[in-house]
Protein backbone atom coordinates (compact mmCIF):
# COMPACT_ATOMS: atom_id res chain seq x y z
CA UNK A 1 0.00 0.00 0.00
CA UNK A 2 0.93 3.43 -0.70
CA UNK A 3 -0.48 6.73 0.36
CA UNK A 4 -3.32 7.15 2.77
CA UNK A 5 -4.01 3.75 3.28
CA UNK A 6 -0.81 3.05 4.14
CA UNK A 7 -0.06 6.31 6.56
CA UNK A 8 -3.89 4.80 8.51
CA UNK A 9 -2.28 1.58 8.29
CA UNK A 10 0.63 2.49 10.23
CA UNK A 11 -0.72 4.76 12.26
CA UNK A 12 -3.48 2.06 13.61
CA UNK A 13 -0.21 -0.55 14.32
CA UNK A 14 1.74 2.76 16.25
CA UNK A 15 -1.54 3.28 18.09
CA UNK A 16 -1.73 -0.55 19.26
CA UNK A 17 2.18 -0.73 19.94
CA UNK A 18 1.50 2.36 22.32
CA UNK A 19 -1.43 1.11 24.47
CA UNK A 20 0.54 -2.28 24.98
CA UNK A 21 4.04 -1.19 25.62
CA UNK A 22 4.12 2.26 27.08
CA UNK A 23 0.56 1.65 29.15
CA UNK A 24 1.29 4.86 31.55
CA UNK A 25 2.20 6.89 28.97
CA UNK A 26 -0.87 6.50 26.83
CA UNK A 27 -2.65 7.86 29.36
CA UNK A 28 -1.99 10.79 29.11
CA UNK A 29 -1.72 10.77 24.93
CA UNK A 30 -5.35 9.99 25.07
CA UNK A 31 -6.20 13.78 25.97
CA UNK A 32 -4.48 15.11 22.51
CA UNK A 33 -6.48 16.09 19.97
CA UNK A 34 -6.12 13.81 16.72
CA UNK A 35 -3.31 14.81 14.83
CA UNK A 36 -0.97 15.92 17.80
CA UNK A 37 -2.55 12.24 18.78
CA UNK A 38 -1.04 10.69 15.89
CA UNK A 39 2.63 11.81 16.07
CA UNK A 40 2.83 10.69 19.14
CA UNK A 41 2.04 7.94 18.47
CA UNK A 42 4.80 7.24 15.37
CA UNK A 43 7.24 9.05 17.82
CA UNK A 44 6.90 6.81 20.60
CA UNK A 45 6.43 3.79 18.66
CA UNK A 46 9.93 4.81 16.50
CA UNK A 47 11.53 5.52 19.96
CA UNK A 48 10.88 1.99 21.40
CA UNK A 49 11.63 -0.22 18.23
CA UNK A 50 15.29 1.73 19.21
CA UNK A 51 14.79 0.99 23.11
CA UNK A 52 13.83 -2.83 21.96
CA UNK A 53 16.82 -3.25 19.21
CA UNK A 54 18.86 -2.93 22.55
CA UNK A 55 16.96 -5.14 25.13
CA UNK A 56 15.09 -7.55 22.67
CA UNK A 57 16.73 -10.51 20.55
CA UNK A 58 20.67 -12.15 19.84
CA UNK A 59 22.38 -9.48 22.36
CA UNK A 60 25.14 -9.71 19.87
CA UNK A 61 22.85 -8.20 16.99
CA UNK A 62 21.98 -5.20 18.98
CA UNK A 63 24.76 -2.93 17.02
CA UNK A 64 23.60 -3.89 13.73
CA UNK A 65 19.70 -3.82 14.64
CA UNK A 66 20.70 -0.39 15.63
CA UNK A 67 22.35 0.50 12.08
CA UNK A 68 19.52 -0.62 10.64
CA UNK A 69 16.55 1.65 12.66
CA UNK A 70 19.12 4.58 11.58
CA UNK A 71 19.05 4.23 8.10
CA UNK A 72 15.34 4.01 8.46
CA UNK A 73 15.73 7.11 10.30
CA UNK A 74 17.53 8.84 7.40
CA UNK A 75 14.43 7.09 5.26
CA UNK A 76 11.96 9.10 7.03
CA UNK A 77 13.54 12.21 6.42
CA UNK A 78 14.44 11.55 3.01
CA UNK A 79 10.90 10.92 2.38
CA UNK A 80 10.96 7.08 1.75
CA UNK A 81 10.48 4.93 5.32
CA UNK A 82 9.43 1.40 5.20
CA UNK A 83 8.32 0.76 8.71
CA UNK A 84 5.10 1.71 10.55
CA UNK A 85 6.76 3.85 12.69
CA UNK A 86 8.47 5.33 9.71
CA UNK A 87 5.56 5.75 7.46
CA UNK A 88 3.65 7.51 10.56
CA UNK A 89 6.42 9.56 11.71
CA UNK A 90 6.86 11.03 7.69
CA UNK A 91 3.62 11.93 7.78
CA UNK A 92 3.33 13.87 10.90
CA UNK A 93 6.88 15.96 10.40
CA UNK A 94 4.97 18.46 7.91
CA UNK A 95 3.17 19.97 10.46
CA UNK A 96 5.22 18.82 13.69
CA UNK A 97 8.73 19.57 12.43
CA UNK A 98 10.43 17.14 15.02
CA UNK A 99 14.55 17.79 14.57
CA UNK A 100 16.34 14.96 13.71
CA UNK A 101 19.36 15.34 16.06
CA UNK A 102 16.57 14.46 18.79
CA UNK A 103 16.22 11.23 17.51
CA UNK A 104 19.78 10.79 16.51
CA UNK A 105 20.80 11.28 20.23
CA UNK A 106 18.20 8.78 21.59
CA UNK A 107 19.87 6.19 19.35
CA UNK A 108 23.39 7.17 20.53
CA UNK A 109 21.62 6.43 24.57
CA UNK A 110 20.73 3.27 23.07
CA UNK A 111 24.60 2.17 22.09
CA UNK A 112 25.74 3.64 25.48
CA UNK A 113 23.83 1.00 26.83
CA UNK A 114 25.80 -1.13 24.59
CA UNK A 115 28.65 -0.52 26.44
CA UNK A 116 28.30 1.03 29.92
CA UNK A 117 26.53 -1.01 32.06
CA UNK A 118 27.04 1.12 35.47
CA UNK A 119 27.26 4.99 36.45
CA UNK A 120 29.60 6.11 38.94
CA UNK A 121 28.09 9.69 40.19
CA UNK A 122 24.51 11.06 39.49
CA UNK A 123 26.05 13.69 37.81
CA UNK A 124 27.37 11.15 34.98
CA UNK A 125 23.99 9.13 35.20
CA UNK A 126 22.60 13.00 34.31
CA UNK A 127 24.39 12.85 31.28
CA UNK A 128 23.20 9.27 30.06
CA UNK A 129 19.56 11.26 30.98
CA UNK A 130 20.11 13.59 28.36
CA UNK A 131 20.44 11.09 25.72
CA UNK A 132 17.49 8.74 26.26
CA UNK A 133 15.23 11.37 27.97
CA UNK A 134 15.91 15.05 26.60
CA UNK A 135 15.56 14.15 23.43
CA UNK A 136 12.15 12.66 24.48
CA UNK A 137 11.86 16.51 25.77
CA UNK A 138 12.85 17.73 22.23
CA UNK A 139 10.47 15.87 20.32
CA UNK A 140 7.66 16.15 22.49
CA UNK A 141 8.23 20.19 22.22
CA UNK A 142 8.05 19.97 18.99
CA UNK A 143 4.44 18.29 18.88
CA UNK A 144 2.90 19.79 21.88
CA UNK A 145 4.25 23.47 21.51
CA UNK A 146 7.18 25.33 23.39
CA UNK A 147 10.22 24.14 21.44
CA UNK A 148 12.19 27.37 20.95
CA UNK A 149 10.98 28.90 24.61
CA UNK A 150 14.13 28.40 26.71
CA UNK A 151 11.93 27.98 29.76
CA UNK A 152 9.64 25.69 28.67
CA UNK A 153 12.88 23.76 27.05
CA UNK A 154 14.81 23.57 30.32
CA UNK A 155 11.61 22.81 32.34
CA UNK A 156 11.27 19.54 29.41
CA UNK A 157 14.53 18.83 30.36
CA UNK A 158 13.27 18.64 34.22
CA UNK A 159 10.30 16.87 33.22
CA UNK A 160 12.09 14.06 31.22
CA UNK A 161 14.66 13.69 33.60
CA UNK A 162 11.65 13.03 36.49
CA UNK A 163 10.75 10.39 34.04
CA UNK A 164 13.99 8.68 32.98
CA UNK A 165 14.71 8.37 36.67
CA UNK A 166 11.09 7.00 37.92
CA UNK A 167 12.14 4.20 34.99
CA UNK A 168 15.45 3.50 36.92
CA UNK A 169 13.79 3.50 40.49
CA UNK A 170 11.14 1.06 39.36
CA UNK A 171 13.15 -1.02 37.31
CA UNK A 172 16.23 -1.76 38.97
CA UNK A 173 15.48 -5.94 39.53
CA UNK A 174 14.53 -5.93 35.65
CA UNK A 175 17.97 -4.17 34.70
CA UNK A 176 20.60 -5.94 36.63
CA UNK A 177 18.36 -9.13 35.02
CA UNK A 178 20.13 -7.54 31.95
CA UNK A 179 23.26 -6.80 33.23
CA UNK A 180 22.93 -2.93 33.80
CA UNK A 181 22.95 -0.97 36.89
CA UNK A 182 21.88 2.57 36.91
CA UNK A 183 21.23 3.41 40.41
CA UNK A 184 24.95 5.54 41.09
CA UNK A 185 27.32 3.81 42.87
CA UNK A 186 28.11 6.73 44.55
CA UNK A 187 24.65 6.50 46.08
CA UNK A 188 25.17 2.49 46.56
CA UNK A 189 28.53 3.73 48.96
CA UNK A 190 26.26 6.45 50.61
CA UNK A 191 23.86 3.59 51.92
CA UNK A 192 25.74 0.51 52.39
CA UNK A 193 24.68 -1.16 49.69
CA UNK A 194 27.16 -3.36 47.16
CA UNK A 195 26.84 -4.44 43.75
CA UNK A 196 26.84 -7.64 44.67
CA UNK A 197 23.47 -7.07 46.95
CA UNK A 198 21.49 -5.78 43.74
CA UNK A 199 23.29 -8.19 41.83
CA UNK A 200 21.60 -11.06 44.02
CA UNK A 201 18.50 -9.07 44.72
CA UNK A 202 19.02 -8.69 48.02
CA UNK A 203 15.88 -7.06 50.09
CA UNK A 204 17.59 -5.84 52.91
CA UNK A 205 16.56 -2.68 55.04
CA UNK A 206 20.36 -0.40 53.32
CA UNK A 207 18.39 -1.41 49.64
CA UNK A 208 15.35 0.01 50.75
CA UNK A 209 16.62 3.69 51.67
CA UNK A 210 18.90 3.69 48.84
CA UNK A 211 15.62 2.81 46.72
CA UNK A 212 13.66 5.59 48.99
CA UNK A 213 16.49 8.20 48.15
CA UNK A 214 15.95 7.60 44.42
CA UNK A 215 12.41 8.16 44.49
CA UNK A 216 12.81 11.19 46.52
CA UNK A 217 15.03 13.00 43.75
CA UNK A 218 12.78 11.69 41.10
CA UNK A 219 10.04 13.55 42.96
CA UNK A 220 11.73 16.69 43.19
CA UNK A 221 12.70 16.80 39.54
CA UNK A 222 8.71 16.23 38.89
CA UNK A 223 7.53 19.52 41.13
CA UNK A 224 10.82 21.22 39.11
CA UNK A 225 8.97 20.40 36.00
CA UNK A 226 5.52 21.92 37.08
CA UNK A 227 6.07 25.41 34.69
CA UNK A 228 5.97 23.53 32.22
CA UNK A 229 2.05 22.47 31.34
CA UNK A 230 1.81 26.00 31.59
CA UNK A 231 4.36 26.66 28.21
CA UNK A 232 2.61 24.48 25.64
CA UNK A 233 -0.05 24.64 23.55
CA UNK A 234 -3.47 24.80 25.44
CA UNK A 235 -5.05 21.69 24.26
CA UNK A 236 -1.71 19.83 25.55
CA UNK A 237 -1.45 20.42 28.69
CA UNK A 238 -3.66 18.17 30.38
CA UNK A 239 -1.94 15.57 28.59
CA UNK A 240 1.31 16.84 29.78
CA UNK A 241 0.16 16.87 33.33
CA UNK A 242 -1.45 13.31 32.82
CA UNK A 243 2.31 12.05 31.48
CA UNK A 244 4.08 13.48 34.54
CA UNK A 245 1.80 12.60 37.24
CA UNK A 246 0.79 9.16 36.00
CA UNK A 247 4.52 8.63 36.35
CA UNK A 248 4.80 10.44 39.77
CA UNK A 249 2.50 8.21 41.11
CA UNK A 250 4.67 5.59 39.76
CA UNK A 251 7.96 7.12 41.72
CA UNK A 252 5.19 7.46 44.93
CA UNK A 253 4.15 4.10 44.79
CA UNK A 254 8.17 2.91 44.69
CA UNK A 255 8.33 5.46 47.37
CA UNK A 256 6.14 3.06 49.52
CA UNK A 257 7.46 -0.27 48.96
CA UNK A 258 10.69 0.22 47.69
CA UNK A 259 11.86 -3.64 47.66
CA UNK A 260 8.99 -4.60 45.59
CA UNK A 261 11.63 -3.17 42.67
CA UNK A 262 13.82 -5.30 42.90
CA UNK A 263 10.94 -8.08 41.88
CA UNK A 264 8.57 -6.69 39.70
CA UNK A 265 8.50 -3.42 37.50
CA UNK A 266 5.95 -1.17 39.02
CA UNK A 267 3.16 -0.17 37.54
CA UNK A 268 -0.19 1.65 38.39
CA UNK A 269 -3.39 -1.00 37.98
CA UNK A 270 -6.28 0.54 35.76
CA UNK A 271 -8.23 1.71 39.22
CA UNK A 272 -5.16 3.15 40.19
CA UNK A 273 -4.88 4.84 36.60
CA UNK A 274 -8.60 6.50 36.68
CA UNK A 275 -8.42 7.67 40.19
CA UNK A 276 -4.85 9.19 38.96
CA UNK A 277 -6.63 10.86 35.97
CA UNK A 278 -9.71 12.01 38.48
CA UNK A 279 -7.50 13.42 40.71
CA UNK A 280 -5.69 15.46 38.19
CA UNK A 281 -8.75 17.06 37.47
CA UNK A 282 -9.20 18.43 40.47
CA UNK A 283 -5.38 19.71 41.32
CA UNK A 284 -3.02 19.63 38.34
CA UNK A 285 0.05 18.93 40.01
CA UNK A 286 2.30 16.17 38.67
CA UNK A 287 3.46 15.53 42.19
CA UNK A 288 0.47 15.52 44.86
CA UNK A 289 2.01 13.40 47.44
CA UNK A 290 4.04 14.75 50.53
CA UNK A 291 7.42 13.43 52.01
Known amino acids: MSGAPALSAARRENRALTHEAGANFSVGFRFLPKERRHAVYAAYAWCRVADDAVDEGDPAGAPARLDAWEEELDAVYGGSPASAAGVALA ?7 IPKAAFQGLLAGCRQDLVKTRYATFHELLGYC ?14 FGGLGNAEAEARGRDLATALQLTNVVRDVGEDVGRGRLY ?19 RATP ?6 RFEARRALSYFRRAEPVKELVDRECRFAVTMMGGIYADVARAVLARPLDTLRRRISLSTPGKVRAVLARLADRRFDRGED
Do not use: K, N
Not at 130 to 143: G, K, R
Not at 184 to 200: H, I, K, N, Q, W
Not at 206 to 211: G, S, T
Open 91 to 97: GSLPRFP
Open 130 to 143: DLVASTISTISLAI
Open 206 to 211: AAAELV
Open 183 to 201: LPLEDLARFGVTEADLVSL
